[in-house]
Every structure is written in C-alpha cells, then in structure tokens.
C-alpha cells in the first residue's frame, strides 16, 4: 500500500472516529466508507424496501455527494450491486448491498448529500462548505435495474416468441491474459464534433421491430457473402453496423462497433462504456449509423445521434467482463433505408448447443491481425467464424474456465483472422430463418502469446451471447420516449 493509500485510510478512520458528530447523519443507516481497493476510495450502501411501500417494477438507487478540491481525472464514481435479482429481492423485504465507487481525489473524503430510491429520498446529508474557498464539485451517480416478474399486468408485451432467460452462475475470475478488443489503434485521427440536431416536435413514439424488415439487405440476403475473411465488403451489405465514439476534447475518437435492433437502440458491449475505473458519461456518446468509412463525415448517407439513455446490465463485471452487454437509447429514431436497417433479435431456441458448429458473420473497424488488408482501417472488414461448444472453447486452453460463463459463446478458426481492437461490441450474426440475426457482441479475447497486448486470433474469441438476455432487450426496447 503507497503514502497516499495510507494517509487516507487514516483519513477514512479519523473522520470518523474524531468527527463522528459531522457523519453522524440519517445516511448513516444506510451509507458507510470501505476503504480502498486499488487506489479508489469505496462505500457501500443497504437498502431494504419500507413495510409500507408499494411493489416497485424498477429499482433505482442513487447516490449524491459533494467533493472539495480537485478530481484527478474524469471519472466521476459508479454504483454496483452485490447481489442479483434486485428488484425481486427489494419487493419480498430482502436487504440489498451496493457498492459505491468514489472518484480520485487529494485526500479528500466525498460528503453524502442523498441517497435516493426510485425518486425517494430516504437519507439527506451536508455537503462540502463553499465558504472554505475550495473547489467544490457536486456529483450524482446511481443504478437501475428491472424485472419483467414485476412488470404491471397492463403492459403492452412486445411480439415476439417467448423465451427463458438461463440464470448466471457467477465464478471467480482472473483475466491477466485478456485483451479487450476496445479500442483500434490504427484508427484515423479524431474527427471535429459534428452538430447534431434535436427534434424539438415531442411526439410520443415507440415502434417495436417488424419481422418484414429487419435482418434483411436491401438488395435480398443472398448477396450477403459468407466466404469473407478479413476482407472489405460493400456499403450496405451489413446496413445495422454503426460507429460509436466518445467526445474527447471537443473531438470524436471511434471506439467500438455496435448493432442497431431498432429504429431507436443500439446493442453493444458495456466496456466500450464502463472500465474498471473509468465510466464515459451518455452525453459524451456518438452514435454514426449507415456510416462505412470512418474518415468520411461529408457523406449525406449518415446519420449521426446522440443518446437520451445508456443501459448497462445490471449484473455487469467490469473486472471480468461477465454479462458484457448494453444497450444505446438514441436521442431520436432513424428512418430505415438501403443503408440504414436493424438487425433482428434472436428467435426461437436460445440453447447454446443448437447453433455450434454453424457459421456466422462479424464486422467491424478493427485490427485484422495478420488479415490487415493495406492500412485501410478507416473502411470496415468482415470475418467468417464458426460456433463452438463451451466445452471445446475452454479444453482448447485454460484461460477460457475464467473468461466463459453459460451467457457467453466462442466463436473463431484460430488461424489469425477474426475481430480485433476496435471490434469490440460489433455483432455476430447468423443468417436464421431467412433473416439475419444479432446472436454475440465481442467482449474478449486472450492476449498474443508474445507479450503483446494485441488478441491472439489463434484462439477463440469471447462473445456475450445476446439470446441469454432477449428479456431484458426487450423490455428496454418496449419503454416509449418522446422524439
């Protein structure tokens, strides 16, 4: 442990030892400081639902505290849970644990101002004094999550075919060999921060997914090849791909590949939003749709989105990256065309074992290993890879007992080609039914064996498999915004 973790474990203790009467607050029913884990300060929360209160069918709990000084950098805290099925757990009287991730300050211990459940304020505390002539920054960080169980019986269900969701089974994990494909190093310079208008005609909208057209290339499906690998394919041929960036200093800077399943959603991994200690806001997310060359921002074809919300699975690992997935609100819908259309949502069996050993497509912006094809980072490339059993994936080397749980899939030739840095998040598709349809995200691969952090695309690559979660998809894609 260095000085600085010392001296503020001593901080943590002092203040509330010697200055008990300061935290001695309400909130100390239901908030206590931790410590430190790897230089971030930690509290922790305990939330029980009141006798009295109704049954909740979306649990949020978030958290409000004031820091005094400078934050070294700009992450800005999260909040996790410790448990599953919160909302089911919340509603039968059960105490619920989360743990709160404060920002990384000069020594400073955060004042608790509020603790809110689903809009409630059950706890109030006094924040950081502006009179002490420091720089005081206010600061709000929470966590949602639902349970279809609990939805009202009036609720609109979406069309679709039912399925059942597998519980996770959650393990220890180690991932010192795992690269995350997150962000491509050979991508182009940042590009200037485009204006993105607003539609200020709020009308309320909402339009679940045809069968008629997603999953389906404008000129037919056929023309979708399934030989490519690592090779270049034409705009359009795989119309839901799109391009996500993070503002950073008023410029663009692409990070991951996403899946557009809705005139208004977008699929994609949860890293390319939440690290370890590091968490994008929404507002500094861009969406790029029908977009094929990533240096190109005076094509008439794009279509450029902000965000309204960003969903995070609520059982999200951003140490080992379990439950991988999240989900994009784009601040207004999309009109499909040629190069604009939603991939379909897996349907039907969401068993593992029926699709092993078929082959399905991915694409992306990224590093194609050993298949780079002239430098042309810039333009997408698509990869072949077939399906293996969970079991194959991880006899074929040990590191995939820790990487692979029964919501993830492998996938891959093991011959050098396959997605990269810069694919993360992009979709694995398979052509079912006539349509093509989102069944992975990449999440993970294990590290080149020469020390490089670059992916070892002679083993298997990680994917989150998106059937585990068609529950939790839709229920987020059911929920109405005004445009």
Known sequence: MNMKSVCLWILVFTLQFVCGQHLTAPCDDVFSFEGIEAGVLRGKINVMKPVDHPTVYVLEVRINFTIAGPIINEYRG?????????????????????????????LRLPKITAVIINGKTICTGIGDDEKLGKRITAISIRHRSSNDLYKPATTKPVTTNPVTTKPVTRKPATHSTVTRPFQNNHSPAPNPLPEVNVSKDHLFSYSPITSDVCGVVADGNQRVPLIYNGKFFERGQIPWLVAIYRIVDNNLQFICGGTL??????VTAAHCMQRPVVMTPKNEIVVKLGVHSLNDWADDLIVIRKLIEATIHEEFNPNTLQNDILILTLNQRVNFNRYIRPACLWSGDTELSRIVGDTGVVAGWGDRGTE????????????????????????????????????TLCAGDRDGRGPCKGDSGSGLYLLEGGKWRLRGVVSLAVHSENGARTCNLNEYVVYTDTAQFLLWIRNILSQKYYD
Not at 398 to 404: C, K
Request: aromatic content about 8%.
């Open 78 to 106: 999260h909040v996790t849970p410790t448990t599953t099925n919160l909302v089911r757990k919340y509603n039968e009287g059960e105490l619920l644990k989360y743990r709160v991730h404060f920002p990384a300050t000069e």
């Open 261 to 266: 399943v809705s005139d208004r959603h977008v």
């Open 372 to 407: 780079s094809i002239g430098g042309k980072q810039d333009e997408p490339q698509m990869v072949r890879v077939p399906i293996v059993s969970t079991k194959e994936c991880r006899a074929s080397k040990s590191d995939f007992h820790q990487l692979t749980y029964n919501t």
